[in-house]
């Protein structure tokens, strides 16, 4: 089956910096990586997601970039805000909307 | 937005009961699962349902079970809860688009 593995575990940074967290994966037959943000005691939230035929996709200050012959895919956080502070998971999947397997999860800190 | 709803919110029960958990939708959607949050470990599948007659175990499903009872409903069973079973549940939809989860149920076992 597909393992993810994600690093690192903990990122604290100064806001305005900007922030990369990094997943590999196992499946080569995984095509859909999506990433979510989960705030404290809430639901995880779908921040972007990157499908297997692209190469990266931005959207405002995040950004994602995926290497399908290496097997990993990265989360760019750009010029960061308190309000990025969260624990961000990274997953993999066959096909959007099929069972995901995560990462273990980055806590990101956006120090003031 | 209430489109995947989880009820308890919280839980705390006792080493040997037996507990439901219960998720409904209004998505539509014909796949739904259930995952486990633990600290440190991400999300873990335990069951998933690709219909109402469609029921599959996932990475965690021993001590678990689940029951499809419509398109929009799909509850976890814990038969005889143990206190390692103490986490955060997670049921999600998702059809040919991004898995949308619910707001969760934290459970407790003592």
């Known amino acids: 089956g597909e393992n993810v593995e994600q690093h690192p575990s903990t990122l604290s940074v100064q806001e305005g910096d900007s922030a990369v967290i990094k997943c590999t994966y196992s499946d080569s037959a995984s095509n859909y990586f999506p990433w979510y943000k989960q705030e404290l005691g809430k639901r995880p939230q779908l921040i972007i997601d990157?499908?297997?035929?692209?190469g990266e996709k931005k959207d405002q200050r995040i950004a994602v970039t995926l290497n399908k012959t290496a097997k990993h895919f990265s989360l760019h956080i750009t010029e960061t805000q308190p309000e990025d502070s969260a624990v961000y998971f990274c997953?993999?999947?066959?096909?959007?909307?099929?069972?995901?397997?995560f990462g273990g999860g980055t806590r990101l800190m956006v120090k003031p | 937005d209430a489109d995947v709803t989880q009820t308890p919110r919280n839980r705390i029960t006792k080493t040997g009961k037996r507990i439901m958990l219960e998720c409904s939708q209004t998505?539509?959607?014909?796949?739904m699962y259930w995952y486990r949050q633990d600290p440190g470990l991400g999300l873990r599948l335990i069951y998933y349902?690709?219909?109402?007659?469609?029921?599959n175990k996932g990475e965690i499903s021993d001590g678990y079970s689940v029951s499809r009872q419509a398109q929009a409903k799909f509850s976890l069973s814990l038969e005889s809860a143990i206190p390692n079973q103490t986490a955060l549940y997670f049921c999600?939809?998702?059809?040919?688009?991004?898995?949308?989860f619910g707001d969760g149920t934290r459970l407790s076992i003592l």
């Open positions: 998505k539509g959607h014909d796949r």
């Open positions: 990157i499908r297997s035929n692209v």
């Open positions: 997953a993999a999947s066959y096909n959007a909307g099929n069972m995901l397997t």
């Open positions: 349902s690709f219909d109402v007659k469609d029921i």
């Open positions: 999600a939809t998702g059809e040919n688009q991004p898995q949308h």
